[in-house]
């Protein structure tokens, strides 16, 4: 991976890791199909949380994670789960999706060519840092490789 493609990856990882991305209430009813009602709802009911602001005339901004958060809750209702069931669904996703976070911020390495392949740095693979972990994609299936450290 050469100087750009790092500076790159090392802005990405900054950027994925703020979480600074915000919509206002009216857009967050219009993206996922929950009325604002409802929204309000779930905000008083804790299912859901809007961010602190400093904006005058903004009671509600809401965290892409809170976006996504919505989409899979009324994913599990529109599936017949109930209220208290779509969001203890919804609070075990985000647990995963935390963990795929983090992952992905401290695994992610960069991508390289190697074998005629676009792979995955996922990082070293051993205590000793003598190797890494590569994956990349084939015939739709993921494929590792371990690599010796150059």
Same mark, same amino acid.
């Given at each position: 991976?050469?100087?750009?493609?790092?500076?790159?990856?090392?802005?990405? +990882?900054?950027?994925?890791? +703020? *979480?600074?991305?915000?919509?206002?209430?009216?857009?967050?009813?219009?993206?996922?199909?929950?009325?604002?009602?409802?929204?309000? &709802?779930?905000?008083?009911?804790? &299912?859901?949380?809007?961010?602190?602001?400093?904006?005058?005339?903004? !009671? *509600?901004?809401?965290?892409?994670?809170?976006?996504?958060?919505?989409?899979?809750? +009324?994913?599990?209702?529109?599936?017949?789960?109930?209220?208290? !069931?779509?969001?203890?669904?919804?609070?075990?996703?985000?647990?995963?999706?935390?963990?795929?976070?983090?992952?992905?911020?401290?695994?992610?390495?960069?991508?390289?060519?190697?074998?005629?392949?676009?792979?995955?740095?996922?990082?070293?693979?051993?205590? !000793?840092?003598?190797?890494?972990?590569?994956?990349?994609?084939?015939?739709?299936?993921? *494929? &590792?490789?371990?690599?010796?450290? +150059?």
């Amino acid at each position: 991976m050469d100087n750009q493609d790092e500076v790159f990856f090392k802005k990405l +990882k900054s950027q994925i890791n +703020k *979480h600074k991305f915000t919509v206002g209430i009216s857009d967050l009813a219009k993206t996922t199909g929950v009325s604002q009602t409802q929204l309000r &709802y779930w905000e008083q009911k804790s &299912y859901i949380h809007s961010e602190a602001t400093t904006e005058k005339n903004s !009671a *509600h901004r809401f965290s892409y994670g809170t976006l996504m958060r919505v989409h899979f809750i +009324k994913a599990m209702l529109d599936e017949g789960f109930t209220l208290a !069931a779509a969001t203890q669904k919804a609070r075990d996703h985000s647990k995963q999706m935390e963990m795929m976070r983090i992952f992905m911020i401290n695994a992610f390495q960069g991508i390289e060519e190697r074998e005629g392949h676009h792979m995955l740095n996922l990082g070293y693979f051993d205590d !000793a840092q003598t190797q890494c972990l590569y994956c990349y994609i084939a015939d739709g299936e993921p *494929h &590792y490789r371990v690599y010796p450290v +150059k």
